[in-house]
């Protein structure tokens, strides 16, 4: 699979509309301390809610992420997820965070692409698009807590992510994933054969519009909108005159 399994320019454009996260992200990117980065997103990831920042703060201070990122990306997972294990900041095996970590030290001067951000959208997304559960299988409850399968979605996020796109790429991945993971049934894990059946529907519909219509989602040239100017006084013949 040397090309991305899915449209990413389609899919990462829905990221903005759906989410205030861009933001945030790239405000906090502008700190050059890890710190920094991280105290400003805890939230944003939803890390509070096992633990506030101000209790892990000095943890994360003393993390020696440079020498992490120098031993091996399955090794560096483990190592920090047992050292924020052992200082109570997350369950034994927990990878969310020690990943979120290694991603903010790895992406110093542009999102990495060896450690994109990892969360049960994107491992939902990656399970789906590879095929790691099919007929009869349902997706996750939540992202692998086993260091060889994460080791292997960053792997194969950077061999089929386009060059300069890493975080296009991981924004699609999440607005995938939290589509797929929303269709029915509700409060229980999606089963495969829905979300083929519904994107299937999908790929029709957009396939037969273009077809007939010569555009896919909407007619942005304008056709059958009108072209009366917003303001012009003959639009109270619509609505009242209110």
Avoid at 54 to 66: G, I
Avoid at 104 to 116: C, K, N, T, V
Avoid at 144 to 157: H, I, K, L, N, P
Avoid at 219 to 226: F, L, M, T
Wanted: with cysteine.
């Amino acid at each position: 699979m040397p090309d991305p399994p899915l449209n990413v320019e389609y899919w990462a454009s829905l990221y903005p509309a759906f989410t205030n996260y861009a933001d945030r992200y790239e405000e906090a990117m502008a700190y050059a301390a890890l710190t920094d980065r991280a105290k400003h997103l805890w939230e944003w990831k939803g890390l509070n809610r096992s633990v506030p920042f101000a209790e892990v703060e000095s943890v994360v201070e003393r993390l020696d992420l440079d020498h992490y990122l120098s031993i091996g990306r399955k090794a560096a997972v483990e190592a920090v997820s047992a050292e924020l294990s052992d200082a109570g900041v997350v369950e034994t095996g927990g990878l969310v965070t020690p990943a979120f970590l290694l991603h903010l030290a790895a992406s110093s001067d542009q999102y990495s692409r060896e450690y994109p951000i990892y969360d049960s959208r994107v491992w939902n997304a990656y399970v789906y698009l590879w095929g790691l559960r099919g007929t009869g299988e349902r997706l996750y409850t939540q992202a692998s807590q086993a260091s060889t399968a994460y080791d292997e979605f960053c792997t194969d996020f950077s061999r089929t992510c386009p060059d300069g796109t890493a975080q296009e790429y991981e924004r699609a991945l999440f607005m995938f994933g939290r589509f797929i993971s929303s269709l029915p049934p509700k409060g229980s894990a999606t089963p495969i054969d829905r979300i083929d059946e519904h994107l299937e529907t999908q790929e029709r519909a957009l396939a037969d519009n273009c077809d007939g219509a010569s555009y896919v989602l909407v007619d942005v040239a304008g056709h059958g909108r009108s072209d009366r100017p917003v303001g012009d006084p003959d639009q109270s013949r619509v609505d009242g005159g209110l």
